[in-house]
């Protein structure tokens, strides 16, 4: 998990920080708390080596991952790629990302919800009908199942389900 990433710290049923892990980390450290990667509802193991000081500012360009590989498109394609912000490859990532979030998104959404509801609320009474709630695709059949639930819990896993709070 990469320090801007969100994710929120749960002491026992309550929030106690949010926000990216470079700011949680320490809150979470110091209080004993757990530690939820919004994105993927997993939790995040803080070695406390790791947050004694900030990391010094790099120089040079970020490593970013990038792998080279050839891309055969037409002279149109290659044209109108060649005319987008940013230039072929920026508009290629911008793409593959847009249809990444549009494909995968909700299956995403709801198996990290999953994952966190199970963490934080798998003893709660009603967890199993919200669980089946969620899977069938019935937010507002979850979000009445969540209702009860303690006001830190509920708002999370409404959340990271997509229903409004």
């Known amino acids: 998990m990469e320090q801007d ?9 309550e929030i106690v920080a949010e926000g990216p892990l470079a700011q949680v980390a320490p809150v979470a450290l110091a209080k ?6 919004d994105r993927t509802g997993r939790v995040v193991d803080l070695d406390p080596r790791d947050w004694v000081a900030p990391p010094p500012p790099r120089r040079g360009r970020p ?15 290659w044209d109108w790629l060649g005319s987008q912000p940013g230039g072929a490859s920026a508009t290629i990532r911008r793409l593959v990302e847009a249809a990444r979030a549009d494909e995968g998104g909700a299956a995403e959404r709801r198996d990290a919800c999953w994952r966190a509801m199970n963490a934080l609320a798998g003893d709660l009474p009603g967890f199993e009908e919200a669980s089946r709630a969620l899977y069938a695709g019935d937010l507002a059949g979850f979000a009445a199942r969540v209702e009860d639930w303690p006001e830190g819990i509920r708002g999370y896993v409404r959340r990271m389900a997509g229903v409004g709070a």
């Open 63 to 77: 490593k970013l991952g990038v792998v080279a590989r050839e891309v055969t498109l037409l002279k149109r394609h």
């Open 5 to 13: 990433d969100a994710c929120t710290a749960f002491l026992g049923l």
């Open 32 to 37: 004993g708390a757990l530690v939820f990667d």
